[in-house]
């Protein structure tokens, strides 16, 4: 028997190291590195030579910049307005293809290309230099190629992409999102000498403040339009100077969004807010060309204000603005409108067949054989995309050598362009059908470890273990449709809400002399879980939806703070009395008040910081926030860890868990209430009270009946996932919480920042991971009955994984697979590397192990 459990432990652990390398190698065929052509593009020889309108460039992205925000009723960047009134400025709604954060996005504006969804995970690594742009063709390539110096301010992704390319810069990180302030005004400060300098021929800029706001308080907070209005206000001053400034007459400013955000202030996924980005193009050149148009718009669908562009058609507009080659790797389409620009037709013609041109060399390296056997007189509407390509090409170049004046044939090039430009970036991720097989076939042998020790306690717990198998197999099934993906809390809300109402049925068979340790226990619980639901709406088709925060405590930030307060003093009661106990003088309960009160200032003064409007209108906390305000947010977080790891160094003293089970017990409940200070440091303030409710309802559970560990095991599983929701979380990039990311960290380390960014968007699960470990009686433990919770998140840590990968292997053509389906793998791998390995595994399971024979 001793053996068979051995061989079971062996089992599980072996099936958790084959689960991580399934990952990766599926990650390997799933996220490939796309190729692309190196060098830069050169004119070809005996080109017409064609004078360019501009000879500079002013390219300032304001991040997160949606097109409502300059085109709306509501927008306040009135100057931009009556340039778009003017003719001055040419306004464009600009569309960010998923994934919309800014790595990707930075690559799409300045190459053209699209780019792999794997740019999305190293947009989280500020010191990746594995995605530079080093020796890919670029705007900023050809730039500098022409001997143009090149200037950066503002987000330091630029400086990452492209090392040693900027003959000056100041670079700021794009992750301390508390700060709207500084992060622009350290953008701003260079741009008076720069613009008197003038000896540059690109200078970019990247606002950061108004996506932090948006991160912050969202698209519509209390600081937005005086952010709109800065930036407007920045715009004035580079037209002014354009106007002014002899040589700045042929500059062109580009007003632009790398991406759009959705009503909760995120990004990353494919909302229309999140997709639809300003795009303005703005010279006192443009006056004479064009005709002004309506500003503000009063009604627009789905934020597509003008003409719509794709973001890469960025690239060989400039090419063609400021007389450059289009850079090789393009799948842009230069900008009708702008064409209009040159008054001779053959000039418009010759620039949209260069563009045909740089496209057609992508398209047949792509498709070569499909381009080497394409018959004369193809039909361009029967067979595949790519004969109908390879045909609209033929066509494309035999009206070139034929048609002398070139007249009315552009339709034609752009037919070409539109069509190359569609299907090369659908294709533009290749996949490795053999990693991603082997990736599957790793996971469903860690399944297959995993599945004999849970199929013997799936027999032994009966009803129990008949409810948990239904369970995992009708999640499993549900990551088939995007839908659910995308609304996968409320999978998780209704089946723990069921639970509760079945350990309420039996608890009804036992009597018990006080009522509120009874079912009323249960009833209360499920009375708890539903204001945990309601706490905060989240998901993709509520989201934004009124909720308690909204209705209940954002107008009435009393109830939050008295909220807030009930929690930490929870805390601090029980830490205080524990301490007496170890301790044996009264005096030392002071230690655990002390700790309390400085994670109690800490968060005043960060909350001070990342959402002041939670404090302005609760005045009675002022002489806190005046008394932190004097000392540095960094300096505070590390007081609060230093006094954790010296309390909880006092638990594991003093309890000394080793020694037997209800050593184990007693130490579980301390170790409870210091990890629960931590998480609260790692916690947005709004969500701060939702501890104050996990404690009540694990105070039912641990007073009612003794659980089974079956009814324990499913409630592990049930209540990490589903608590996770209830802090914001979702299967989209756009509600990753980077606010608490830096707290105690001075400076950028990758693994500092990666542990509490997966903390802080991880918080309530880990909660919940060792909460339930205090329900195990002291029998259990020693007895080794918790084997059956781990084995139990095991196996559907497996089942999770395997179902994912193959939906994402199945449904890999499927029209959401990089905006629904992807983000899902992302957080399923965070799920069983972070969640699952790291806190369940290692942390829960040694924590457990420590028991006596």
């Known amino acids: 028997m001793r053996l068979g459990s051995r061989v079971g432990k062996a089992a599980i652990y072996l099936s958790n190291i084959l689960l991580i390398l399934s990952l990766l190698i599926f990650a390997k065929g799933f996220f490939p590195h796309k190729a692309f052509l190196p060098g830069i593009a050169t004119w070809p020889e005996g080109s017409l030579s064609r004078s360019a309108p501009f000879n500079r460039v002013v390219f300032m992205v304001v991040d ?44 799409a504006i300045t190459t053209g290309t699209v780019p792999s969804f794997v740019d999305l995970v190293l947009n989280f690594a500020e010191s990746d230099t594995t995605s530079t742009l080093r020796d890919q063709d670029s705007w900023l390539a050809q730039l500098k190629a022409k001997d143009g110096k090149l200037v950066m301010y503002g987000d330091d992704t630029w400086l990452r992409l492209f090392p040693e390319f900027f003959h000056r810069a100041d670079g ?45 308080t969202g698209p519509r907070g209390p600081n937005m339009p005086a952010k709109q209005a800065e930036m ?97 790797n393009n799948l842009g389409v230069v900008i009708a409108r702008l064409l ?39 039909s361009t509407t029967e067979g595949d995309d790519a004969e109908i390509l390879a045909c609209l090409w033929q066509r494309v170049s035999h009206a070139h050598i034929h048609t002398s004046a070139h007249r009315g044939s552009i339709s034609g090039l752009k037919e070409f362009l539109y069509k190359a430009q569609d299907l090369l970036s659908g294709t533009a991720s290749n996949y490795d059908l053999t990693s991603m097989q082997t990736g599957i076939a790793l996971s469903a ?58 350990l309420f049925c039996k608890d009804a068979r036992y009597s018990s002399q006080r009522a509120i340790h009874g079912p009323l226990g249960s009833v209360l619980a499920f009375l708890l879980l539903l204001a945990i639901r309601r706490w905060r709406q989240t998901g993709q088709k509520y989201a934004g939806e009124p909720d308690l925060l909204t209705n209940l405590v954002t107008p009435n930030p009393w109830i939050l703070w008295v909220l807030v307060v009930l929690t930490y003093a929870v805390l601090s009661r029980n830490l205080s009395g524990r301490a007496v106990k170890w301790m044996g003088a009264r005096q030392m309960g002071l230690l655990p008040v002390l700790v309390s009160m400085s ?49 909880l160094g006092c638990a594991i003293y003093y309890e000394a868990p080793w020694q037997g089970a209800e050593n184990l017990r007693s130490f ?18 709004v969500y701060v009270p939702l501890y104050l409710f996990f404690h009540v309802q694990l105070y039912l559970f641990r007073r009612g009946r ?38 105690g960290v001075s400076g950028y380390n990758v693994a500092a920042v990666g542990a509490l960014t997966f903390v802080s968007n991880w918080a309530a699960p880990i909660w919940w991971a060792f909460a339930v470990c205090q329900l195990f009686s002291a029998a259990q433990l020693s007895k080794g009955r918790f084997i059956f919770m781990m084995t139990t998140l095991a196996t559907f840590a497996c089942l999770h994984t395997l179902a994912v990968m193959v939906a994402c292997l199945v449904l890999r053509e499927h029209l959401f697979i990089w905006t629904v389906f992807s983000p899902k793998y992302l957080y399923t791998a965070a799920w069983v590397v972070g969640q699952h390995t790291v806190v369940n595994m290692l942390g829960v399971g040694s924590l457990l192990r420590r028991r006596s024979g």
């Open 445 to 502: 042998l860690a399944l297959g470890l995993c599945l004999p020790s849970f199929a013997r306690a799936v027999f032994d717990s009966g009803a129990d273990g008949i409810i948990l198998v239904l369970t995992m197999l009708i999640y499993a099934i549900t990551m088939f449709a995007s839908s659910y993906v995308e609304e996968e809390h409320q999978f998780w809300y209704w089946i723990l809400s069921a639970w509760l109402i079945v």
């Open 340 to 378: 209009d620009l040159w008054t001779v037709q053959e000039d418009q013609y010759n620039l949209v067949y260069e563009n045909a041109v740089q496209i057609h060399t992508i398209a047949q390296a792509t498709f070569p054989a499909v381009f080497a056997h394409t018959p004369s007189g193809c």
């Open 706 to 743: 003794q659980h089974s560990v079956g009814e324990i095991s499913i409630l592990a599983l049930l209540s990490q996932y589903a608590s996770f929701f209830t802090f914001g979380g979702t299967n989209s990039i756009a509600t990753i919480d980077l606010s608490n990311a830096y707290n």
């Open 64 to 107: 997160a910049l949606r097109s409502d925000f300059v085109y709306g009723n509501a927008s306040h960047f009135a100057f931009t307005q009556s340039l778009i009134r003017s003719g001055a400025a040419l306004p464009f709604t600009g569309h960010a293809s998923p994934p919309t954060i800014t790595m990707p996005r930075v690559k």
């Open 172 to 216: 700021t990180t794009s992750f301390f999102v508390s700060d709207y302030t500084e992060v622009d005004n350290n953008v701003t400060r260079h741009i008076p000498s720069e613009l008197e300098l003038g000896d540059w021929s690109a200078m970019t800029l990247h606002f950061l403040g108004l996506d932090h706001i948006g991160h912050k």
């Open 599 to 647: 994670a109690f200032l800490f968060k005043i003064a960060f909350t001070a910081a990342d959402a002041p409007e939670l404090l302005q209108s609760f005045p009675i906390l002022n002489p806190l926030v005046v008394f932190v305000s004097r000392y540095p947010l960094v300096s505070l977080a590390r007081v609060v860890f230093l006094g954790l790891v010296h309390l």
């Open 232 to 328: 407007d206000s920045i715009v004035q001053r580079i037209y002014t100077a354009m106007e002014e400034t002899e040589h700045l007459n042929s500059c062109l400013l580009v007003l632009l969004g790398d991406h759009g955000m959705n009503e909760g202030g995120n990004h990353g996924a494919s909302s229309p807010g999140e997709v639809s980005t300003a795009l303005t193009f703005i010279s006192p050149k443009f006056k004479s060309a064009f005709e002004g148009q309506h500003s503000p718009v009063h009604d627009a669908v789905d934020y597509k204000y003008y003409d719509i562009v794709e973001q890469s058609d960025i690239v060989p507009t400039l090419a063609a603005l400021l007389g450059f080659p289009i850079p090789q």
């Open 668 to 685: 579980l409940g301390a170790f409870q209430d210091v990890v629960s200070i931590f998480l609260i440091t790692q916690t947005r303030t």
